[in-house]
């Protein structure tokens, strides 16, 4: 949505961290997975996620893997890159060979 403040206070507890995760993606209509990390930022230290990156996750059933991770070069990402290590990871968009994961 277009134009839309977000204000919470930081979270003190998991509950009130998936509670405002949970608010965030009916209030934004998000359709895609959110993962949250542990209250003491576990994932977070260890693979250095803020303030930007994405990653390419693959999970099967209660297995996850990291299979890629891009950095941001001068505030900026390289599209096609993503775009090209999903297509190589996943098959060609469009094409009915991807599944939907979670990241």
Known sequence: KDNVAVSYAQP???EERVRVAAEFKENMQCEIPIWLDSMSNDFEH???C??????LVQR?????????RF????ATF???EIREAIETLCG??????ATTGSA
């Open 50 to 55: 803020w303030p930007l990156r994405f990653y």
């Open 12 to 14: 003190k507890t998991l």
């Open 60 to 68: 099967d059933d209660d297995n996850v893997k990291i299979l890629k």
């Open 71 to 74: 950095d941001p070069s001068d």
């Open 92 to 97: 060609p968009a469009g094409s009915g060979d």
């Open 78 to 80: 390289d599209l096609m």
């Open 46 to 48: 260890l693979y250095a």
